[in-house]
């Protein structure tokens, strides 16, 4: 079983930053995946970030220039820096775990972000 655990969303003005962590717990595959979706109501979940255990880096173009991706392997958490952020940034954003090159997912609870002033 893996678990993962979201913290760190809440109400930021427009403009401002947040930082959300995730710290992931049991079996977790040593090659893997781990990085954030969102989802906005209405909405399809939709990738954020993405970082592989081996520093690979993916963005969605929304994110790319605003948010930051980071993770501690020691640790098993993954880091999402967003600053400049703005009211269609409101979403819960949820954290994910996957063996690299198999598409199953283990998912979060999620965080709500909400963006407004």
């Known amino acids: 079983q893996v678990q993962l655990v979201e913290s760190g969303g809440g109400l930021v003005q427009p403009g401002g930053s947040l930082r959300l962590s995730c710290a992931a717990s049991?079996?977790?595959?040593?090659?893997?995946?781990m990085g954030w979706y969102r989802q906005a109501p209405g909405l399809q979940r939709e990738l954020v970030a993405t970082?592989?255990?081996?520093?690979?880096?993916n963005y969605a173009d929304s994110a790319k220039g605003r948010f930051t991706i980071s993770r501690d392997n020691a640790k098993k958490t993954v880091y999402l820096q967003m600053n400049s952020l703005k009211p269609e940034d409101t979403a819960v954003y949820y954290c994910?775990?996957?063996?690299?090159?198999?598409?199953?997912?283990?998912w979060g609870q999620g965080t709500q972000v909400t963006v407004s002033s």
């Open positions: 994910y775990v996957r063996r690299l090159f198999t598409e199953y997912k283990y």
């Open positions: 049991g079996n977790i595959p040593t090659s893997n995946a």
């Open positions: 970082m592989t255990t081996t520093g690979g880096l």
